[in-house]
Antibody, heavy 113, light 112 residues
Framework: QVQLQESGPGLVKPSETLSLTCTVSGGSISSYYWSWIRQPPGKGLEWIGYIYYSGSTNYNPSLKSRVTISVDTSKNQFSLKLSSVTAADTAVYYC???????WGQGTLVTVSS | DVVMTQSPLSLPVTLGQPASISCRSSQSLVYSDGNTYLNWFQQRPGQSPRRLIYKVSNRDSGVPDRFSGSGSGTDFTLKISRVEAEDVGVYYCMQGTHWPPTFGGGTKVEIK
């Protein structure tokens, strides 16, 4: 069974960069594409972007100027960086495989000074 | 972006009774390869979403057969044939045909 686990700081200061890593276990990161999705507290879901194991990416236009997703196949991990964060970026961040076949448990990231 | 509109927002259901959730998209979800990339997710309280249905009507592994999906084009439905207590949560439709993927606003299923 494929499992995903997000890790990273739970608190980020405004204007700084949010960085999260997703570790995939129970299967290889090679093949498939891997996604980041977020959910502000009490609200709905927003797709951030995805990366294919080869490194090709596609980002939500609403966040494209601030998002970078990368992959490290040797570690079976992929990562998210979101720059110039504001309070509006406070959310539970999920990593997922493809269009959501498998999800991590999510990690709450709060943007606050 | 493609707007996904779900109804109702809230759905109180009696245990053992059926439930139905509607999802409408602002554009056709038929992709150039002939597939329709419409998924349904369940999010139980305090948990991450779980995919139930992919490509309109295909149940994911381990999903009880009381869940079924149907529809075409811009109009889709998730049905629960007999609601059980473990079905409480928020249900989301999601389209993956057009970039970026977008979710409906969610339907909260609760027991009467």
């Amino acid at each position: 069974q494929v499992q995903l686990q997000e890790s990273g700081p739970g608190l980020v200061k405004p204007s700084e960069t949010l960085s999260l890593t997703c570790t995939v276990s129970g299967g290889s990161i090679s093949s498939y594409y891997w996604s980041w999705i977020r959910q502000p507290p009490g609200k709905g879901l927003e797709w951030i972007g995805y990366i294919y194991y080869s490194g090709s990416t596609n980002y939500n236009p609403s966040l494209k100027s601030r998002v970078t997703i990368s992959v490290d196949t040797s570690k079976n991990q992929f990562s998210l960086k979101l720059s110039s964060v504001t309070a509006a970026d406070t959310a539970v961040y999920y990593c997922a495989r493809g269009h959501g076949q498998y999800w991590g448990q999510g990690t709450l990231v709060t943007v606050s000074s | 972006d493609v707007v996904m509109t779900q109804s109702p927002l809230s759905l109180p259901v009696t245990l053992g009774q059926p439930a139905s959730i509607s999802c409408r998209s602002s554009q056709s979800l038929v992709y150039s390869d002939g597939n329709t990339y419409l998924n349904w997710f369940q999010q139980r309280p305090g948990q991450s979403p779980r995919r139930l249905i992919y490509k309109v009507s295909n149940r994911d592994s381990g999903v009880p057969d009381r869940f079924s999906g149907s529809g075409s084009g811009t109009d889709f439905t998730l049905k629960i044939s007999r609601v059980e207590a473990e079905d409480v949560g928020v249900y989301y439709c999601m389209q993956g045909t057009h970039w970026p993927p977008t979710f409906g606003g969610g339907t909260k299923v609760e027991i009467k």
